[in-house]
């Protein structure tokens, strides 16, 4: 019970102060691996970093529904997710 409690409160501080729960991403590695996202070049150029992070996510888990998509997204990690957001959102 108390496990739960303590679980609880955490992530209702998260929210609360507005803890980021996506990891960092790394623009350097995002370029190399967007090369694979060649169907969307210029594309996705100055998206916002949350809204590619959850698309992606939301691709990968099957929320989103996209046979190629879920594909590609499905051998990308949380890392990789965040890595290609930094990247297209730097390109502005």
């Known amino acids: 019970m108390l496990k739960k409690l303590v679980i609880t409160f955490i992530l209702g501080m998260m929210v609360f102060t507005g803890a980021n729960l996506f990891a960092a991403g ?26 590619i992070t ?24 949380d890392q990789d997710i965040a890595d290609i957001a930094t990247w297209f959102a730097s390109q502005k």
């Open 26 to 51: 790394n623009a350097t590695n995002g370029e190399k691996l967007a090369q694979g996202c060649k169907c969307h070049k210029g594309e996705l150029d100055g998206w916002p970093e949350e809204k």
């Open 54 to 77: 959850q698309t992606l996510l939301d691709f990968k888990s099957g929320k989103r529904i996209n046979k190629f998509m879920n594909k590609k997204a499905a051998g990308l990690s």
